[in-house]
Every structure is written in C-alpha cells, then in structure tokens.
C-alpha cells in the first residue's frame, strides 16, 4: 500500500501541476504545491511502515512499532509548512491579479486528481484501520483533507470564471492554506498521544478487563491492568492474585490461558502478568468470573 501511494501521488502531482500550467491560478497552484506534500509524506510513510514491521531486536527490545509515530509528525511538519508557501502565493495573487488561461480545461484536469485522491483516500483509511497503521490512516486522512479542499478549490475558481472575482482565485488559495494546517495539527496530535503512551481507548479497554474476567478462572482478581497502544501492538500488563496454595505451574497455565484470549480478542497484543498470592488481593480491579 505504501509503495501505490508514492507512484499515485507522483501521478496526482503531475496532474495538479497540469492543471496550474493551464490556468495559471494561483488556487490550482496551493492545490498542486499540496500534492508535492503528498509525495514527500507517501515516501516517509513508507520507511516507516518498513521499519515498523522489523522484529525485536537486542537494542529495540519491544519492537519497532513507534516508527509510524514519528513518521506522522513528521507529515504534519510538512503539512503545516506547505500551508505556509501557500499563503504567501496567495497573498502574492492578491497583490498582482492573474489573468486566468484555459480555466474550463484546468479545472477538469484538477477533477480527474481529486477523484483519483478520493478512492485512494478511502483505500489507505480503510486499510491502515484493518492493519493498525497510524502512518497509513494519517497517509489517508492528509489526501482526504486534500480532496475537500480540491473541490473548495474546483468549486471557487469555477464562481472566480463565471463572476469574474479574480479575488476568489487566493482567497481559495488561503482557504486551502488553513484547511490543510488543521490536518496538520490532527495528524500530529493523534501520533504524540502514541508516543507519550496514552492507554487504549474506553471500548478496548472494557474488551480486555472482560477478557480478563471470563478467561482467568481459578485466579481471584486482576488489579493494575496497564495499557498502551504502539502502531499495531497493543501491550497490556497486569498483577493477577491467586491463591497462595496453588502450585506455580497451575498459575502458570492459568496466565497461558488468559494471554491466549488476549491475543484471540485484541489483535497484537503483547502480555505481561505478574502472579501474586492471595494476601495481595486488592479487592478492586477485576475480579474473576
């Protein structure tokens, strides 16, 4: 998926720019300057996917999975920064009015890319969420912004032709700019709340304490579960009570059968269980069905 993002991204580019040669807006060029983001981010998107997928290794002990983080705050850098160049074209513009050439033919060439943009969008969302992917899901999520704001663009020139405002022409141009800083901000708060080890969302974490629960018999409660998300692990840690008779090969097969649910429910989960006996029950937590 990675690798089709960057040729399609390439393609996207050298249709935006086609449609800016054409018309000379400055609009068509915010849209185009975007796209040359999209190529930047797909390559990074990629690196990351690759590193992301490498096994533990002795330095990298639990794994390479926050790679994607940093791959999506490094989108959003970008992202911001392309928003910038645009609003100084767009102030240019409004400085210097263009005379626009071709507008009708510009603006059906921007409409192929935008509908190319918009299936791939959906594609990359879809996948990075069946994955687990941030890197994709923010990949698919920054061209998504890009569709909406290459329609604003389509529609806003198409009133700029037919009125004759050419201030429309940057006044979309600075609409796209702020449209595409707001992506850029969403995509990098959601990848530091990964990397600060934010726990699993409400409906997740209600998914593994009733796991927990159902799947632990013979144990007396589980206190301290601990959760955090990194691209497509989940790691959870907690202290499981048992009775302080039983055998630790009876608790050892109780914490096999516990981690094997986990792992059954919650798609990469990574477990660790600390047995405790009975004498540090808590009496809060989970207690066992």
Not at 111 to 125: D, E, K, P, Y
Not at 160 to 181: E, F, K, Q, R
Not at 183 to 212: F, H, T
Request: hydrophobic share 55%; charged share 20%.
């Amino acid at each position: 998926m990675a690798i089709a993002s960057i040729a399609i991204a390439c393609v996207v580019l050298g249709i935006k720019y086609l449609a800016y040669w054409t018309t000379d807006s400055v609009a068509l060029f915010s849209d185009a300057l975007e796209s040359i983001v999209n190529v930047v981010t797909a390559v990074v998107a990629f690196l990351a996917v690759r590193i992301s997928a490498r096994p533990a290794d002795r330095r990298h002990q639990f794994g390479h999975h926050k790679a994607e983080y940093f791959s999506a705050v490094i989108e959003g850098v970008l992202i911001i920064l392309a928003a910038l160049l645009i609003l100084h074209a767009a102030w240019q513009a409004l400085r210097e009015p263009r005379v626009f050439t071709e507008p009708w033919l510009g603006l059906a060439i921007s409409g192929v890319a935008t509908a190319i943009n918009a299936a791939w969008s959906w594609a990359l969302v879809s996948y990075g969420r069946r994955w687990r992917s941030p890197a994709l899901v923010a990949d698919g999520w920054h061209l998504f912004s890009d569709v909406a704001t290459s329609v604003g663009v389509i529609v806003g020139l198409a009133l700029a032709v037919l009125t004759g405002w050419t201030i429309l022409d940057p006044a979309m141009a600075a609409l796209v700019a702020v449209n595409i800083i707001v992506a850029g901000w969403r995509v990098m708060s959601s990848s530091i709340s990964g990397l600060m080890d934010e726990a699993v969302d409400g409906d997740i974490g209600r998914r593994i304490r009733a796991v927990i629960s159902e799947s632990a018999e013979g144990a007396i409660e589980a206190h301290d579960i601990r959760t955090r998300s990194a691209g497509r692990a989940t790691f959870i840690d907690f202290h499981l009570v048992v009775p302080g008779k039983m055998s630790v090969a009876d608790a050892h097969r109780i914490c096999d059968r516990i981690e094997q649910a986990l792992e059954a429910e919650i798609e990469g989960a990574e477990v660790v269980i600390h047995v405790e006996p009975e004498g540090e029950a808590r009496h809060r937590g989970v207690l066992v069905v």
